[in-house]
């Protein structure tokens, strides 16, 4: 059942038409830097921190795997669930898991709100055209499903067609 529900709102996410924004003013672990890599904006404070753990835990951060490989690619994908490091906003900036660093909690709300204000209606458009070429909702559904699942040989050729 968490599969299924994760996976409905991590598909929301990606595909939503308008505008989505996130703040991360605290740790970001596993499912949740999924969670963030599909939004369109995700802000964070110093105090933002992501860390996809689950290797180091036995297991594999598959559901996550889609929006954040659609994200950063496959490689730092790699790099950071093989390691499980600690990424602080900077080096979550420089990978492309944040957006923009913002000083505090309130400067966060103050850009969310900005970024909100400039979404008009050519902002759809935009978002229409991403989502055209990005995987189809049915595919990126079994993909994340297949991976959860350990069926290697399909995930293994989706990813390397990112």
Known sequence: M???EYLVLSEAIATYP????????????GGGVG???GLRVTIGTP???FR????????IPALALPPIVRRIGSRAFTAIALTAELLDPSRARD???LDVVVHDRAAGSRTAAQLSR?????TGALFEAVNNYLRSPEEYRVVATEIARGQWSEVDTAVRHE
């Open 2 to 4: 968490f599969i299924d």
């Open 95 to 97: 990978i492309g898991l």
């Open 52 to 59: 996809l753990p689950e290797l180091a835990l036995g297991g």
């Open 18 to 29: 308008g505008l989505t924004i996130g703040l991360a003013d605290g740790p970001v672990v």
């Open 35 to 37: 969670l963030a890599a």
């Open 118 to 122: 400039r979404a008009g209606s050519t």
């Open 47 to 49: 105090r933002a921190t």
